[in-house]
């Protein structure tokens, strides 16, 4: 039997660490600073100066473990790696290769598939480990002066590199998972998540091959600078192996990188042969020891000076797919509508805030929501919280509908008007231009009436009703027309 | 009053020399004996005012403790703020550090006066301070008059090397410009200038110093070493510089805050091992004659002494230079001229600014040891070489530990093979060489952290210094210590004088209480 090609994808992922000073200094944590305005003398490594270990980098490290189901080492320890470039001003980096903070975990993500584009496949992939490590400066070529301008502000930063095995087969795959990811990081407050400040950094290994047959060579695509990118490098490289392959063509160990412009993965300077990091323990810092619980502690040691697992553990905050079950069991809302609330920064919090001030069901809120709402925000790219209409608008909207004073359709009329004037309620809008539901059974009759004796014989009832709501702008009660005309046409 | 230090004598009496008078008859010594080459830089307007405000608080009788006032010298890997810090070295020979070494910082807060930074061999690799940027160290002992008349020697061209790699200090206390001085000690920096100067010279327990300004050589084995004129002051300066840092994580807690010395220690209660493997090949018949003079005197005053054995001396020499210069491949890789340090001004690309900055910045001691440490730390090298000499370094610190926990106290051994040597014997082997050949006794203690001492015991036939080592368990730097003092009661080393700091007064009481005089 023969098999196609497939992809086989795994990712490294560097998510910079969300505290306020660095991994080994007391230099400041912030985004768009003036360059090299937050260098302590460590950083800028003067002679002399000691690595100092943040605790809350510890921490983080082992909420991200935690929450990915990873095992926690009690004891880790820290190396350096050896290379020369501008921006590493020690010419080495502080990192975790022999022994890191965490490892053998597991990621779950869910996709939406199906023909309808609305089943929850869940699906898995292994995290490898979890590691503790600085990030680089900054440099910039100035290539009309011929010079590099270096800012260290981002030297030393905390770094949780995490390694997810190869387990993804395209790029979907991949971008759900790292949309997971995002979500659970954002949860736990360990890193801000945004790939375009560069807070999550994420390469992709790439290779084909045939199932059952061994791994193929893999390539590394890095320069991917958000989500949607991912999905399409991936994919681009894929293919662009199976081309190649089908040529007869052998693929290259490679680094590419991708180029959104034109969509494609391209070679990235030759980096001269294999590097030898030449990982050596680091000197300065001991093995990085962390207790199970407050009874493992050696006597004399001080609370505050240690990480404790388990406190960690029960100080964790509800995960996304906790979240996601959560909903759907207080909601009675689809899976799928729970996946789509929970992936939507702050649509949760609309969701029940709408609830709190409407008696409608959520079931019927919901697609409010998932569709009109959100459907909206995405065309005029904005977040929730950008939203012109306000939970409490919403749900005034929804009361009106629910009440009887405006039908359905029309209630998607009065959300277009709102979204576009902001400020002016449903009721509002319902007053000023007429769009109030007709229930006055003798206006109804007579222009049943007129329609009926304008159809000529044919006399289909839904033809009629449709009739009807044109003429009346569709402000009619649907279930009234319907009555009377039936005593109309019977 | 034979444990007192002069300076002791002379600031606790009233009508004795005052702070600022001390200061400028040292800055006068210094430029006296510039000769010897023991400063790379002189902090002469900066001590005088340390001085004057030393003076005022000691009107007002409010000193900040013992070291109020006194002159101190730093060796020149230490940072100190706003002062140039060269590590003798083309790379950093104007590079002004932003802020002080942490225990450069205790001195100062106890109102100690900086005289200067001392000279070394370049980033402190080298047993002889003779292979820094600045020049070579004189020996003070090669001027002295015992030198001079046994040998016959032309001081100038039989000048005597002071060891090392913290030469500069041990020659800066023992010509009397400072009454202590810094140095650093990672394979015997310290211990071996101090006994070729006849001063002094204390290695702690490593991790109970902090080394946060210490500009590294060996991160794992480095500590900041105390060179004094008597084993009593350099407890008191252990006491005020030991302790836990934040800075630097390696520090551990003092075991226990530093009371003075006892007097008279009773070595009865001890026991002295005698490592029968420090009988090295190349040991001098004087050193040897010294060591089992101090051992004799142990005996006799009742102690027990033993012959031990520590199996795997043979292999630390070897251990400590793999370890050694692949730490140093490490530690050297930030200097790329980038951030600060010398630039060269041939820039055309990263690559070619990094590779002429470091050839030129760094001499070939230097960058022997970046090359041969990078080897070892290549991946397909790094099993065969590191990791082996790291399992070999754990049987060394078990080597000690078996010995220590056996029953034995201290252990009594040479701290050099011989005296100094002349410059230009010592000079016929290179700078490897002798550094393989000069630290056989001292480098063990720092593979194991251990604590050890260089007691100078007496002045060898040609007129020059001999030591003995003491190395005592991980945290008894105390034990180690009062030992000490109990030799250096005993051994009668000939204290230097001046007969400039002096009236004549003080120099007929020194020699009615039995202190010999030499004067430089």
Redesign the interface.
Same mark, same amino acid.
């Given at each position: 039997m023969f098999f196609q090609l497939v992809g086989v994808v795994g990712l490294e992922i560097h998510a910079q660490i969300n505290s306020s000073t660095k991994l080994f200094s007391g230099a400041p944590v912030r985004f768009s600073a003036p360059p090299n305005s937050l260098v302590s003398?460590f950083d800028?490594? !003067? /002679?002399? @100066? !000691? /690595?100092? !270990?943040n605790k809350r980098c510890v921490e983080a490290a082992v909420m991200t473990g935690l929450a990915l189901n990873c095992a926690i080492n009690r004891k880790s320890l820290f190396d $350096?790696k050896?290379y020369?470039?501008?921006d590493l /001003?020690?010419?080495?980096q502080i990192t975790q290769q022999r022994l890191p903070i965490a490892v053998d975990g597991v990621l779950t993500y869910s996709l939406l598939g199906g023909k309808k584009r609305n089943q929850v496949m869940r699906k898995n992939v292994t995290i490898k480990q979890i590691q503790l490590e600085q990030d680089s400066g900054k440099s910039l070529h100035d290539d009309v002066r011929s010079q @590099?301008l270096?800012d260290l502000n981002r030297a030393g930063v905390g770094l949780m590199e995490l390694v997810m095995e190869p387990d993804m087969s395209c790029g979907e795959e991949a971008a759900a998972a790292v949309r997971e990811l995002q979500l659970i990081l954002q949860a736990l407050g360990t890193c801000q998540g945004n790939m375009s400040e560069g807070q999550l950094r994420v390469d992709a290994n790439v290779s084909v091959h045939r199932p059952g047959e061994p791994l193929g060579v893999r390539t590394e695509v890095k320069n991917i600078n958000s989500i949607r990118y991912l999905a399409r490098a991936i994919d681009y490289e894929i293919q662009r192996q199976i081309d190649v392959l089908q040529r007869g063509g052998t693929v290259q160990n490679e680094t590419r990188a991708y180029d959104s412009k034109s969509g494609e993965t391209l070679p990235m300077r030759d980096k001269e042969g294999l590097q030898?990091? $030449?990982?050596?323990p680091e /000197?300065? !810092?001991?093995p990085l020891i962390l207790y199970e619980d407050n009874a493992s502690l050696p006597t004399g040691i001080d609370a505050c000076q240690v990480v404790v697992v388990q406190k960690i553990k029960e100080g964790l905050p509800e995960l996304p797919s906790v979240k996601r079950d959560r909903l759907v069991q207080t909601y009675g809302i689809l899976p799928e509508h729970s996946f789509t609330l929970v992936n939507e920064d702050g649509l949760v919090d609309y969701f029940e805030a709408v609830l709190k001030t409407t008696k409608k069901e959520p079931r019927k809120v919901i697609g409010w929501v998932t569709n009109e709402l959100l459907g909206h925000l995405k065309q005029e790219d904005m977040s929730v919280c950008q939203s012109p209409i306000s939970p409490s608008a919403l749900a005034e909207l929804l009361e009106l509908q629910e009440t009887g004073h405006i039908s359905s359709s029309v209630a998607k009329q009065v959300f277009q008007k709102m979204w576009r004037s902001p400020g002016k309620t449903a009721l509002q809008i319902t007053q000023e231009q007429d769009l109030g539901l007709v229930s006055d059974t003798a206006q109804l009759h007579s222009i049943c009436q007129k329609v009926v004796d304008s159809s000529g014989n044919k006399k289909v009832l839904n033809k009629l009703m449709g009739l009807v709501q044109k003429e009346t702008k569709g402000r009619a009660d649907p279930v009234l027309v319907r009555a009377i005309l039936q005593k109309k046409t019977s | 009053l034979t444990g007192r230090n002069l300076w002791q004598m002379h600031l606790l009496r009233p009508g004795r020399i005052s702070p600022t008078e001390l200061c400028r008859k040292c800055l006068n010594r210094i430029r006296k004996t510039q000769h010897l080459n023991a400063y790379i830089t002189v902090t002469e307007e900066r001590a005088l005012e340390q001085a004057q405000q030393a003076e005022r608080r000691l009107q007002r009788g409010v000193p900040k403790g013992p070291l109020d006032g006194i002159p101190f010298a730093v060796k020149d890997n230490f940072c100190t703020e706003n002062i140039r810090t060269t590590c003798a070295s083309r790379m950093l020979k104007d590079y002004t550090p932003p802020y002080n070494a942490t225990v450069v910082q205790k001195l100062l807060d106890q109102g100690a006066v900086l005289m200067g930074k001392t000279n070394m061999d370049e980033f402190a690799m080298g047993a002889g301070s003779t292979d820094g940027a600045f020049g070579a160290v004189k020996n003070p002992w090669g001027y002295a008059a015992p030198y001079g008349e046994r040998t016959r020697a032309d001081p100038d061209s039989d000048w005597v090397v002071t060891g090392g790699s913290s030469g500069g200090s041990a020659a800066a206390v023992a010509s009397l410009t400072s009454y202590l001085a810094l140095g650093s000690d990672t394979g015997g920096s310290t211990r071996n200038p101090g006994s070729l100067c006849g001063v002094v010279a204390l290695k702690p327990t490593y991790g109970l110093l902090s080394r946060h300004g210490l500009i590294p050589l060996v991160n794992s084995m480095d500590v900041p070493g105390i060179m004094t004129r008597s084993v009593n002051d350099a407890a008191i300066v252990l006491g005020i510089l030991q302790g836990l840092d934040v800075r630097d994580s390696t520090t551990v807690p003092a075991p226990s805050s530093l009371t003075e010395l006892p007097e008279d220690f009773d070595v009865k209660n001890i026991c002295v091992g005698i490592p029968k493997e420090y009988h090295a090949p190349g040991l001098s018949e004087e050193t040897l004659a010294q060591w089992s003079r101090v051992a004799d005197l142990f005996e006799e005053a009742g102690a027990r002494v033993e012959q031990v054995s520590l199996p795997h001396t043979q292999y630390s020499i070897v251990c400590y230079h793999v370890l050694c210069h692949a730490e140093v491949a490490s530690n050297m890789a930030r200097f790329d001229g980038l951030e600060y340090g010398h630039r060269s001004q041939m820039d055309s690309s990263t690559e070619v600014m990094y590779a002429s900055t470091r050839h030129e910045g760094f001499n070939d001691v230097v960058r022997g040891r970046i090359l041969s440490g990078n080897y070892f730390l290549l991946k397909r090298n790094y099993q065969h070489y590191f990791v082996k000499a790291q399992k070999v370094r754990r049987l060394i610190t078990n080597d000690f530990q078996h010995v220590f926990s056996s029953g034995v106290d201290v252990l009594l051994t040479p701290t050099t093979l011989t005296d100094a040597a002349r410059y230009r014997d010592f000079t016929q082997e290179d700078n490897r060489t002798r550094s393989a050949q000069e630290d056989v006794f001292t480098q063990p203690a720092n593979m194991a952290g251990l604590p050890a001492v260089s007691v100078p015991t007496a002045l060898s036939r040609r007129g020059l210094p001999i030591g003995l080592q003491l190395i005592a368990p991980a945290l008894q730097d105390q034990t180690l210590l009062s030992v000490a003092q109990w030799i250096e009661q005993r051994v009668g080393f000939p204290s230097i004088v001046s007969t400039q700091m002096l009236s004549s007064l003080d120099l007929l009481q020194s020699l009615s209480e039995g202190f010999h005089i030499i004067s430089i």
């Open positions: 003398f800028a490594s !003067l /002679p002399g @100066t !000691l /690595p100092v !270990l $350096r050896h020369f470039y501008a /001003p020690a010419g080495y @590099t270096i030898d990091y $030449r990982f050596m /000197p300065n !810092l001991p | -």
